[in-house]
């Protein structure tokens, strides 16, 4: 049973345009989520967190949103680069715990167009 | 820094095999953990450690063992490779499991 889901495994967007990854969770206890991003052959590198207290956070190009009350929430990359082009993973702890309650989803592969 | 640095990059065993992949931090962090990444699925954790001396499993522990010597060593090892254990392998650190965690460049490994 997937507690943390994406469900469009691949995003293909302009240079320069809005970049929108999507992210659902089914754990009501969940209450700290973080974006990955990762490249071919490397580790995955830490993105943007947020804590459920929030509704939003924000760090240069990239903005993530939480609704709460749908368990949803969704990564928005403004403007898309190529560079941005790789493999988001969402994934979600509850605050009775940490990294080893630490759930991933599938990813997404965004490919950003020149 | 190094970071999290991980051996061998690529591996190929046997069935029934054994062997180790090594997991190793600079960065002083008490916790690690391993992962394996299957295609189409997301990182499950394997096992991890709060710190020397301790370590618990994750999600899917059956078939691999480790230990903690050290605070920047975790070796994962396989005492017997089956072909479901055909997978990425990803080592992972950071300060204690509240903190975010910095990724090895992960072990490729391919059990026939």
């Known amino acids: 049973d997937q507690q943390v889901k994406q469900n469009s495994p691949s995003l293909s967007v302009q240079e320069g345009r809005i970049s929108i990854l999507n992210c659902d969770y089914t754990?009501?206890?969940?209450?700290?989520f973080l974006w990955y991003k990762k490249y071919p052959a490397e580790g995955p590198t830490f993105l943007i967190s947020i804590s459920s207290i929030k509704d939003k956070n924000e760090d240069g190009r990239f903005t993530v949103f939480l609704n709460k009350s749908a368990k949803h929430l969704s990564l928005h990359i403004v403007p898309s680069q190529p560079g941005d082009s790789a493999v988001y993973f969402c994934a979600a702890h509850p605050s009775q715990g940490g990294s080893e309650k630490l759930v991933f989803g599938k990813g997404t592969k965004l490919t950003v167009n020149p | 820094n190094a970071g999290v640095t991980q051996t061998p990059k690529f591996q190929v065993l046997k069935t029934g095999q054994s062997m180790t992949l090594q997991c190793a931090q600079d960065m002083n962090h008490e916790y690690m953990s391993w992962y394996r990444q299957d295609p189409g699925m997301g990182l499950r954790l394997i096992h991890y450690?709060?710190?020397?001396?301790?370590?618990d499993q994750g999600e899917v522990p059956n078939g691999y063992n480790v230990s903690r010597s050290t605070t920047e060593d975790f070796p994962l090892r396989l005492l017997s490779a089956a072909p479901s254990q055909t997978s990425v392998y990803f080592c992972?650190?950071?300060?204690?499991?509240?903190?975010?965690?910095?990724f090895g460049p992960g072990t490729r490994l391919l059990v026939l």
């Open positions: 992972a650190s950071s300060w204690d499991s509240q903190e975010t965690q910095y």
């Open positions: 450690s709060v710190g020397a001396g301790i370590t």
């Open positions: 754990n009501s206890m969940f209450d700290y």
